[in-house]
């Protein structure tokens, strides 16, 4: 037992870093007669000081960095408490003449040589004459230990630009692990790999564990939650705490999945996120809260919903909306791997109705242009009935797209984006001298057309598309045809959302409440809900309007965006009871008594 806390003591120390070495290398002396395998600790904090060795890997160009982050990745703790001595992809000329164990999988085989891989890459194996014929019956993917002598490549096979690419192995034992079925659905390491579809890849998860984009994405989520741990609570002192996932239900906000106990007609509800549990928290005197949490919602699955996910969970007391804002950006500048470029010191705000108006979401891509512009002002006797009519016109000029869309392309973009949209969208082309090619071009008056023309700076080829109908939805549509045609376009060869820019800025000022839809996408006449939870404070300017107007008002909400996608969002609680109580029963009409236990901590807040 002793031996244990030893470890455990250790391994917090190890925690702290380099700074320790020479205290902890003491400790390990005094024990290691006694407790033998604490001898590796010491090797380690002796070879910390002195090397310093990136691994890259041969299947794919990124450094172990890229995966492990920026701390220094040293072989001692790759492989230590193992068989192996070095990982496939870790081999430089410093090695060569050192004896070395390694395992991994077979990527290719041959009579004179095998390529044997793990996470970080691959190595080269040069097969004896005596082993060639048990090499020749392995297949794909076997799993081996390879004992054996490291020496130089011929100097026509050296790849310095991989990992183990100068170097290879003289075997002096090959020991096959396990092998493999030689019809496997797809191997990790091929070409081909990329154009595997996703059910095949998610029925043989472990084979696509395997490959490198797994591997990267496992790894730096791995370091990305170390580094977050690190920074709040090392550096802000926050207290991790694991939260129940077995709980009451939680009026508004997304559907809950329910789990049935042995109680006939009594379930638990999986909670969608920790947010009654930390209010309790910040009530209790835990000013100060994070937890890598699970949630669960029971909505219909997107690419970026799923039923179960992790969020890194953040609450905060006497705080502000402001501050929560710098904690995170100082968090994400913590985390950020150094491969993906600098973030800015502080990100740019965007407000809900700016998003929505320029770019037809509250979640824009901001990597590309085509802005969307609201004609409402211009259209009024236009000539036009379709636009005349409606309460807002609104649209989106697409440069140059008559290089780009064919008349079937055009009519497949125009199409209802689901199947209750009525919406009619109307087209033109734009031709040398600014006349329009269009459905609308005999009834719409010169005036009106050359309005758009400036206002939108139409040029020759462009292709112009007009949306009408009531409040933002027309915004909401071309926002989604938006999307659809940098798709299109970088379809054709052009690419215009650089893979490697990342776009991060907040969304602010959402409205508290949104008009309520039913589970299939209708307007429920005359109702509201939350526009993020139930428990959203309301913007302390806008405080009146919860009581004589509530659609009107904003919320302490704030969204992070990044690159069209909502990686984070959060909000300023209610802490006044009575307030929390009529938005819950006047407003959105929900059941309190469930959340009685909340309103009474709130009371004593």
């Not at 080269?124 to 490291?150: C, F, H, W, Y």
């Not at 550096?235 to 559907?255: I, M, Q, Y």
């Not at 919406?423 to 040398?432: C, G």
């Not at 009531?470 to 045609?485: D, I």
Request: glycine share 6%; hydrophobic share 35%.
């Amino acid at each position: 037992m002793s031996s244990l806390n030893n470890c455990g003591h250790l391994m917090k120390l190890l925690n702290r870093r380099i700074r320790f070495s020479s205290h902890i290398a003491t400790r390990c002396a005094a024990w290691h007669q006694q407790r033998t395998f604490l001898k590796q600790f010491i090797t380690y904090f002796q070879e910390i000081k002195t090397n310093s060795r990136t691994f890259s890997t041969s299947c794919a160009k990124f450094s172990s960095k890229d995966i492990t982050g920026d701390h220094e990745t040293q072989k001692i703790q790759l492989t230590s408490f193992t068989d192996r001595t070095h990982l496939c992809g870790s081999l430089t000329v410093s090695d060569v003449d050192h004896s070395v164990v390694l395992c991994g999988w077979v990527d290719r085989s041959s009579k004179l040589f095998l390529k044997l891989y793990d996470w970080t890459g691959q190595v080269q194996i040069v097969v004896p004459d005596n082993m060639a014929i048990m090499i020749k019956s392995l297949d794909r993917e076997s799993v081996l230990e390879v004992k054996g002598t490291v020496r130089m490549r011929p100097e026509h096979q050296r790849r310095s630009d991989v990992g183990s690419g100068e170097v290879e192995i003289s075997p002096s034992e090959i020991k096959v692990l396990n092998t493999c079925d030689s019809h496997l659905p797809f191997y990790p390491t091929c070409v081909t790999y990329n154009k595997v579809t996703s059910d095949v890849k998610m029925e043989h998860r472990y084979l696509d564990i395997r490959s490198v984009q797994m591997q990267k994405v496992l790894r730096l989520r791995s370091s990305f939650i170390m580094k977050a741990r690190e920074f709040l609570c090392n550096s802000h002192g926050f207290v991790d705490v694991e939260t129940p996932t077995l709980f009451r239900k939680t009026p508004g906000g997304a559907k809950e999945f329910l789990v049935p106990t042995r109680h006939k007609g009594r379930f638990y509800s999986l909670p969608q996120s920790p947010q009654q549990f930390k209010q309790l928290l910040m009530i209790g005197g835990i000013d100060r809260y994070f937890q890598v949490a699970r949630c669960y919602r029971d909505e219909t699955q997107k690419p970026d919903r799923q039923p179960e996910f992790t969020q890194l969970d953040i609450e905060m007391a006497f705080t502000s909306q402001t501050h929560i804002m710098r904690l995170i950006e100082g968090l994400l500048h913590h985390c950020w791997p150094k491969a993906a470029g600098q973030l800015p010191e502080t990100f740019p705000v965007m407000t809900y109705d700016e998003a929505l108006r320029n770019y037809g979401s509250d979640k824009p891509d901001t990597r590309f242009d085509m802005k969307l512009k609201d004609l409402s002002d211009i259209v009024p006797n236009c000539g036009v009935e379709l636009l005349e009519t409606e309460e807002t016109v609104t649209a989106l000029r697409i440069p140059q797209g008559q290089r780009y869309f064919s008349k079937k392309d055009l009519d497949i973009l125009c199409k209802p984006i689901n199947e209750d949209d009525k919406t009619v969208i109307i087209t033109a082309k734009i031709n040398s001298s600014g006349d329009w090619k269009s459905s609308v071009s005999k009834a719409l008056v010169s005036t009106s057309r050359e309005g758009i023309n400036t206002r939108l700076q139409l040029e020759t080829d462009d292709i112009l598309l007009l949306c009408a109908g009531r409040g933002n939805w027309p915004f909401e549509v071309l926002g989604k045809k938006r999307l659809e045609t940098a798709a299109h376009i970088e379809q054709k060869g052009l690419v215009i959302r650089n893979p490697t820019d990342y776009n991060m800025f907040w969304v602010v000022d959402f409205p508290l409440f949104l008009p309520k839809e039913d589970e299939d996408g209708r307007l429920v006449s005359g109702a509201v809900e939350s526009a993020h939870h139930p428990f959203t404070a309301p913007v302390q300017d806008d405080l009146e309007l919860v009581y004589s107007d509530p659609t009107k008002v904003r919320s302490q909400h704030y969204d992070l965006v990044l690159n069209g996608n909502e990686i984070g969002g959060g909000s300023v609680r209610i802490h006044d009871a009575k307030l929390q109580k009529y938005i819950l029963s006047d407003i959105l009409k929900e059941d309190t008594s469930e959340l009685d236990h909340l309103l009474t901590a709130l009371v004593m807040f």
